[in-house]
């Protein structure tokens, strides 16, 4: 990604994530704004790249999109991490969580969407400045509003840390708050990532919750197997874009390496159990690889 353009990974996730929503038999999900937030001139450049030549109309161009999108091997990824999060997130907050962090937010649109029973809920935003700026550039120019309990904080966590950030808001680190960070890690390094998760560890009261996206860190060896072709295609995919996949973590000391940073890990799983969880029937056709993972942990008591 260039320092001054917006995350494409982010607006296409966005764009997946709206597919799902009007296209799946049973949507697992419920998230249309990407209809309204992702500029048009994405869309099309995105068509155009996999696509080119010819015009289209709006109507030909967005059927179009949302094959290619429902076709990509991160469809499935995205919808199932996005509802696994929620879901968690709605169990926070019967539990007393106040606050929800959004790390590498993109266009991530609970603010505008938040369901009742979370009104109370304060949200803060965090991303790049250059993603950031475009999405609240789209909400102005859609006359979109949203409430003053929700902040955007731009920042580039690999210079700022995310104490730092939100110090720059009225976030409370004395109250539960639910962190998220999907899509993010691999494409840290193993430094940042652990820097950032004793960040999350030290902003969040005790009891607080993390919930985050990984990759199973044996495709990155060369002694390794090959991994599926879907995982070597996107891979591949999100490297064209200037974004390629950097680190993962290891499952088998996954839970160790947490409490070092001051984190308990609650769950560790698969895409392929969350969709045996969420679409079991396999009525949605999803398909992802074993490395893609997503895991939730709790802030500790002390941290080391």
């Known amino acids: 990604m260039k320092e001054t353009n917006a995350s494409t990974t982010a607006l296409v996730v966005a764009l997946i994530r709206a597919t799902h929503t009007r296209t799946a038999a049973r949507p697992l999900i419920d998230d249309a704004w990407a ?28 059927a ?10 991160a469809y499935a990824n995205v919808v199932i991490r996005t509802r696994y999060t929620e879901d968690a997130l709605v169990a926070a907050i ?7 962090v959004i790390i590498g937010a993109g266009f991530d649109s609970y603010a505008l969407r938040t369901p009742a029973g979370a009104e109370h809920l304060r949200i803060f935003e965090i991303d790049h400045p250059a993603t950031q700026t475009l999405k609240t550039q ?13 902040q955007f904080l731009p920042a580039d966590l ?10 720059r808001s009225t976030f409370k680190p004395d109250e539960l708050t639910f962190f ?17 998760m004793r960040e999350i560890a030290k902003c969040g009261a005790a009891g607080s919750e993390l919930v985050f996206t990984y990759i199973d860190e044996a495709v990155f060896s060369t002694g390794e197997e090959s991994p599926p072709a879907a995982f070597t295609d996107i891979q591949k995919s999100v490297a064209s874009v200037g974004e390629p996949f950097i680190s993962g973590f290891d499952p088998a000391s996954l ?19 969350l969709i045996a969880r969420y679409d079991p029937t396999g009525e949605n056709s ?7 993972r997503i895991a939730r942990a709790r802030t500790a008591a002390v941290i080391p």
């Open 35 to 62: 209809d309204r937030l992702v500029p048009a001139a994405t869309i099309s450049a995105i068509l155009q790249s996999i696509l080119p030549g010819g015009e289209r109309d709006s109507e030909t161009t967005r």
């Open 64 to 73: 179009e999109v949302d094959a290619l999108l429902r076709a990509s091997p």
């Open 94 to 100: 019967a539990r007393g969580v106040t606050q929800y």
């Open 138 to 150: 789209r909400l102005q120019d859609c006359g979109i509003a949203v409430r003053d309990s929700v």
């Open 158 to 167: 690999s210079k700022e840390p995310l104490g730092a950030a939100l110090a």
């Open 180 to 196: 998220a960070l999907l899509g993010v890690t691999m494409y840290l390094s193993p430094a940042d990532n652990r820097a950032t």
């Open 255 to 273: 839970a160790g390496n947490l409490q070092k940073v001051g984190l308990q890990l609650e769950e560790d799983l698969t895409d392929p159990e």
């Open 286 to 292: 999803l398909v992802s690889a074993p490395q893609s």
